[in-house]
């Protein structure tokens, strides 16, 4: 089983959807990352969260730390949100990954 | 601008031929990294530096090697090259591994080996 699981690993979704993607986690951790890939490849840091909730424009991250589980939520999704959102973990010595959440948003 | 630079952003090359990422940053970060993606497999962490001249393994470390010998700089070396390693190569850099260190991920090299 893996350490770090996403779902859904596809979503499709319509201009101005609520778009939701979850992380779970079974690993001791110091901190949580959530992070974009676009079709071109490079890597963006999103949010590294310990606790609670943060914000960023239309992207909102959550953690519950008891529950070892975040959600990425994305209001009024566009196009150019259509990318991959991988989930990692900061263990002490290195970042463990979830295999990403490809998401794609139509006009 | 605060960023990762690796080079080169794609490559083909014949196995057995040695090559040499390379991966600068230039934020003063002491943790560097390298990571490799493979379709289904998520991104594996191949070997971490939390600082000049201390370098350890990571998950995948077989057929690698790196050096850190100055802080900005960390290259990845590929001693004798296999079809295996044919693969999507990040370098990532933070102040720290750890509670408050976010990370700054070069653009990827794309790799080949025939």
């Known amino acids: 089983k893996n350490e770090v699981e996403q779902s859904p690993q596809n979503l499709t979704a319509q201009e101005g959807e609520f778009i939701t993607i979850n992380c779970s986690y079974s690993v001791g951790i110091s901190a949580l990352h959530w992070l974009q890939q676009h079709p071109g490849g490079g890597i963006v840091s999103l949010f590294m969260?310990?606790?609670g909730k943060k914000k960023h424009g239309r992207l909102i991250a959550t953690i519950n730390i008891q529950e070892k589980h975040s959600s990425l939520h994305i209001t009024a999704s566009h196009p150019r949100d259509s990318a991959v959102y991988i989930c990692?973990?900061?263990?002490?010595?290195?970042?463990?990954f979830g295999t990403g959440t490809r998401l794609q948003v139509f006009p | 601008e605060a960023q990762v630079t690796q080079n080169p952003r794609y490559l083909i090359t014949v196995t057995g031929k040695k090559l040499t990422v390379t991966c600068s940053q230039n934020m003063n970060h002491e943790y560097m990294s390298w990571y490799r993606q493979d379709p289904g497999l998520g991104l594996r962490q191949i070997y971490y530096s939390m600082n000049v001249e201390v370098t350890d393994k990571g998950d995948v470390p077989e057929g690698y090697k790196v050096s850190r010998k100055e802080k900005r700089n960390f290259p990845l070396i590929l001693e004798s090259p296999s079809p295996n390693q044919t693969s999507l190569y990040f370098c990532a850099s933070s102040f720290g591994q750890g509670w408050f260190s976010g990370y700054t991920f070069g653009s990827g090299t794309r790799l080949t080996v025939v």
């Open positions: 969260l310990s606790s």
């Open positions: 990692a973990v900061s263990l002490t010595d290195k970042l463990i």
